[in-house]
């Protein structure tokens, strides 16, 4: 950590999944293996970028690496108080974040097996992490209701995102730019720009909270964000069950922007 | 600005996490009832479920080779691969 803060891009990333066509996945999926690892739910999935290997959080409060597809347990990491409802690969693979009902969201340095940073500034539970595809930010969404960005330099947390008036969910960033998503239990979804800082549009329609929002990996294309909702009854602290259900998908008609 | 282009229904059961797949022709969904929904974006009709999971399905993600295997993972603390 130098606490030279890092430089927001000005501009978009080249996205590589423009080039590339993909065939449908189908639905032909089949199954082909199950894996049993942890001693509670596994509440996220994270795929590492550049090898094989799968992180999985769990309420065990525990994470773990996996090979893929074999399935060999690689490496296992204690340290969170709590439930672990988050987690993502750094996007040059060697550092994982995890997000936790104890407050915190770590940093884990696997290739040197140990927890690199523990952010605390979260008074509550947080539930999903995100890194920007820079590799210099990480976006962390939280039970008191705001999104905050953190800076891969600095020991403090580089800014809050206020604006729900409800736990945010989940915490998504538009491939390649500046922008990210966000999903709340106020049943909005709100879209953010970390350039400004401003929440840039908010998305009314669903009639429950927003568990999940995603994008597809084509920014330029009209672009979508797919989310989904629950109940507010909560059942257990961290993740609620619901009884109606919807997911939607929102497009952006918008030129592809300049390549920085 | 940004308008709502679609809406899936899942019936009567929490939908926990949505992708698309790589060619965004569909959207699979993770959900309650332990089973993973799959919509497509064309007909904009269910194509199918993927049954298995004993739990509510939590999250899924794509692994990085060119078929695309999905995992998903769930309440009853175990990850799939599909292929």
Known sequence: MTNEPHMIPKRERFNPALNETFEASGPHLSHLKTYKGHLQSITALSYNPKKDIVATASDDTTWKLWSIPNGDLIMSGEGHQDWVGGCAFHPRGNLLATASGDGTVKIWDFVNACCAYTWSEHGQPVWKVAFHDTGDFLLSCSMDHTVKMWDLNMEKSRFTYRGHVDSVNSVSWQPYTQVFASGSGDKTVSMWDIRTSQCVQTFYGHQNAINSVRFNIRVSSPSCVTFSRREIELCPLHRTASRKCGTCAWSKKRCPSTVG | ?83
């Open chain 2, 1 to 83: 600005m940004v308008k709502e282009e679609m809406s899936f229904d899942s019936g009567m059961t929490s939908a926990n996490c949505a992708v698309f797949d790589k060619s965004c022709s569909l959207v699979f969904v993770a959900s309650e009832d332990a089973s993973i929904k799959i919509f497509n974006t064309q007909t904009r009709e269910k194509e199918t479920e993927l049954k298995g999971h004993e739990g509510a399905v939590l999250d899924l993600c794509w692994d990085n080779s060119p078929d695309s295997c999905l995992i998903s993972a769930g309440e009853d603390a175990s990850f799939k691969i599909w292929q």
